[in-house]
C-alpha cells in the first residue's frame, strides 16, 4: 500500500490525519512528495520510501526510520534533534537526485547489503 504525507493536522509523521491511507508502516510505502515538513517522531519501519519532488524537509528528530526495501530520496533529510543522533537504515538500493541533501549533525545514513 502507498501512503502519501499531507500534513493537513501538523508536520508529524505519527498522525494518520497527515497520511492519505494513515501511517505507513512495516508493508507500505511512504511518499513524500510536496513542500510540507515531516517530523519523524517515533521509530518506524516502512517497506518503500519515495521522495520525489519533495521540497519539505524530513526530520529524523533522534529517531530511526527503517526501510526494508529500495529508496528513492529527493529532497533534504535532517538527522538532528537533541542527540542528533536519528538514522535512515536502507537494506535494498538507494536512488538519490543531485537535489538530495543530507543535513548530518552525528546521526548515520546506513545501507545494509544482504
Known amino acids: 500500500m502507498s501512503n502519501s504525507f499531507t500534513g493537513t493536522s501538523d ?10 491511507g ?3 508502516g512495516v508493508g507500505d ?6 513542500i ?18 519533495y521540497t519539505g524537509t524530513l526530520f529524523l528528530s533522534d529517531n530511526d526510520l527503517t526501510v526494508t526495501g529500495d ?7 535532517d538527522n538532528g534533534g537533541a542527540s542528533g543522533l536519528g538514522e535512515i537504515i536502507v537494506n535494498g538500493n538507494i536512488t538519490m537526485t543531485s ?4 543535513l548530518n549533525s552525528g546521526g548515520r545514513v546506513l545501507v545494509v547489503a544482504d
Do not use: E, K, R
Not at 508536520?11 to 497527515?18: E, G, L, M, Q, Y
Not at 515531516?38 to 518503500?48: E, F, G, P, R, W
Not at 537535489?99 to 543530507?102: R, S
Open 22 to 24: 494513515g501511517v505507513p
Open 71 to 77: 529508496a528513492i530520496l529527493d529532497g533534504t533529510i
Open 29 to 34: 510505502t511512504a511518499v513524500l512528495s510536496d
Open 11 to 20: 508536520a508529524f509523521w505519527n498522525i494518520a490525519a497527515n497520511w492519505q
Open 99 to 102: 537535489d538530495m541533501t543530507f
Open 36 to 53: 510540507s515538513d515531516c517530523i519523524l517522531d517515533a521509530n518506524d519501519q516502512v517497506a518503500h520510501l519515495i521522495m520525489t519532488g
